[in-house]
């Protein structure tokens, strides 16, 4: 009786999930009513572009002003959903990405968001305060914890104050709303889906080869949906130097592995862009996107499934290499 109550469950769980599934892809909006195709982010209430522009590879432009086109460009497309960080290129992504938003209050007409990379009150609020100086705005419309990498930084957020400051920046009108990050183990993000606090956003890696190797895509994502946390995904070409692992190694295409990415049940992608040549093809690929089959998918998982499983493709969820020099030095870790 037991295992035929258990079965059930299972079904039940999985039926479920499947359904919400089908209605997050369902809710993607056409492009031509936006510029881009646009879906859900959770429980906002707010819809947000499919695509989202990566803070990092903005800031690594050498040329601010290049940056500052292709980022005017990917507005005037309908790309506006921005991603950033206080820690990237210690601060220069969102001085860069101020000086763009602040050109003919092109701020109005983006979701803007930016992660903390403390985990205290008084450092939540410093950091708050800076990126708000840097990004030339009064309010985010999503704060995240930044790169929530270690098994105590679930706990650290909420002992040292760094969500009461979140809560209070919202009160203030500074924040609208309030996620977390993370790239390193699905537990960690299980551990922060589990605190009692009512998540509005959760950033984890999606890619092809992460449904093999400590998968957020299979054990995270269905917790999510369950919550109506509104789910980003990144590293959809599994990170690299140049264009990316998947693309480097693997010979697969940026067009299939967004294309993957963008038929899972999540809100957006955040796509790393460092040329006007890169923006173009993101945004003809976002346009003009259509699911993959179910057997599409599996097809295309299992083109990558010997290389995948052990985990070498994807080294930022099994080493420290990736993890930011700010949270490696929080945590006492060499640089």
Not at 66 to 75: L, Q
């Amino acid at each position: 009786m037991e295992n035929t109550s258990a079965t059930r469950r299972d079904f039940l769980r999985t039926a479920s999930i499947a359904a919400l599934s089908e209605e997050i892809l369902a809710q993607t909006t056409p492009a031509s009513a936006t510029g881009l195709p646009q879906r859900m982010l959770g429980r906002t209430g707010l819809k947000v572009s499919i695509a989202c522009l990566g803070g990092w590879h903005i800031g690594s432009v050498k040329d601010d002003n290049e940056a500052v086109r292709i980022m005017h460009a990917a507005i005037d497309e309908g790309l506006t959903f921005f991603d950033n960080a206080w820690d990237y290129h210690d601060g220069h992504s969102e001085e860069v990405m101020g000086k763009a938003l602040a050109m003919d209050k092109r701020r109005d007409k983006v979701f803007l968001m930016t992660k903390n990379c403390e985990r205290d009150y008084e450092g939540s609020m410093r950091d708050l305060e800076q990126s708000l100086k840097r990004l030339k705005t009064d309010h985010l419309d999503l704060w995240q914890f930044h790169e929530m990498c270690y098994d105590n930084d679930p706990d650290w957020v909420f002992e040292k104050g760094g969500l009461k400051a979140a809560l209070e920046a919202k009160k203030q009108g500074k924040v609208r709303f309030i996620g977390f990050t993370g790239h390193k183990h699905p537990a960690i993000h299980l551990k922060m889906l589990g605190k009692p606090h009512a998540w509005d956003t959760a950033q984890m890696p999606i890619n092809v080869m992460d449904a093999h190797y400590r998968s957020f895509q299979k054990e995270v994502v269905p917790v999510c949906l369950r919550k109506n946390v509104g789910v980003i995904g990144m590293k959809g070409l599994a990170g690299g130097n140049t264009q990316g692992r998947l693309i480097e190694k693997l010979g697969l295409t940026a067009d299939e592995c967004y294309r993957y990415c963008l038929s899972l049940p999540i809100s957006a992608q955040v796509m790393g862009i460092t040329s006007m040549e890169q923006l173009k093809a993101d945004v003809k690929l976002a346009r003009q996107f259509k699911p993959m089959s179910a057997g599409e998918m599996d097809a295309f998982r299992a083109k990558v499934r010997d290389q995948a499983t052990d985990g070498r493709h994807e080294l930022f969820k099994s080493s420290q290499m990736y993890d930011g020099v700010h949270h490696r030095r929080q945590h006492g870790f060499s640089t």
